[in-house]
């Protein structure tokens, strides 16, 4: 069994029984995380992929531990929050300009930060950061708070009245605005430190986590393989 995301028809599952490989016999062309053309037909249950060809075989995340662990991070976001066969070009190409930037970039948490953000906005989950959720002023340039339930940026004065706020920094509210807004290209300008990597993460994870009413899998995953004892 497969799990698919395409441009055509969104997340699909579908089965591969003696696939007729188009061009080498010995190539994997269904591995994870891999980009193909499939040629598919529809079975009783389930779709069934008759020939696949490779196009994108982003092979690092198939040998690095961390990478394939934001790769695995990245696809379970998607599966959680998108449903069967509702498709959408843009998170098509969110994801596989994604999983490309992973596998070739030497920093591959900005491709991860610059995901989520935009994932949340392609799922109508967009938080508000310019202005203060509760009363609307515009957000200054000061520390702030953050409401995961009310989806946003809340100002000093209303932060510490409203239960599920925390604090969140300037630098984290400028850099979420800035992802936001900007193309990757600009986005990729402005360095990640391993602090506001971290920040960034964990505000995301929460925000994922509490539109999930679960928690995710892969984040654990993730820190193991960040912690583990480097070898040699
Ligand atoms: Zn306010």
């Known amino acids: 069994m497969l799990w698919l995301y395409t441009r055509k028809i969104g997340k699909v599952q579908a089965i591969a029984k003696g696939i007729r490989k188009i061009k080498s016999r010995k190539a994997g062309h269904l591995e994870p995380f891999t980009r193909v053309n499939l040629l598919m037909a529809r079975g009783r249950t389930f779709l069934i992929v008759t020939q696949a060809e490779t196009i994108d075989a982003f092979l690092n995340l198939r040998e690095d531990l961390l990478l394939i662990g934001y790769a695995a ?10 449903y069967d066969e509702d498709d959408n070009q ?3 190409n969110l994801l596989n300009k994604t999983l490309g930037r992973i596998n070739t ?4 948490d900005l491709p991860v930060r610059y995901f989520e953000i935009k ?5 109508g989950y967009r938080p508000e950061l310019t202005n203060c959720v509760n009363c609307g002023s515009e957000i200054q340039a000061e520390d702030q708070f953050f409401s995961i ?9 209303c932060g510490p009245k409203i239960p599920d706020a925390s604090q969140i920094s300037l630098n984290t509210l400028k850099y979420l605005r800035h992802y936001q807004r900007s193309s990757y290209t600009e986005a990729a300008k402005a360095k990640l430190s391993p602090q506001l990597n971290r920040d960034l993460e964990q505000l995301m994870q929460r925000y994922f986590t509490y539109f999930l009413e679960r928690n995710l899998n892969t984040p ?3 820190r193991r393989v960040k912690n583990r004892p480097q070898q040699g």
Not at 73 to 82: G, S, V
Not at 149 to 157: D, Q, T, Y
């Open 149 to 157: 339930s009310m989806g946003g940026a809340l100002c000093p004065r």
């Open 119 to 123: 994932l949340l906005e392609l799922l």
């Open 220 to 222: 654990t995953f993730i």
């Open 73 to 82: 991070y990245i696809t379970e976001l998607l599966d959680r929050f998108t």
């Open 90 to 92: 843009q998170i098509f």
């Open 105 to 108: 970039e030497s920093d591959p």
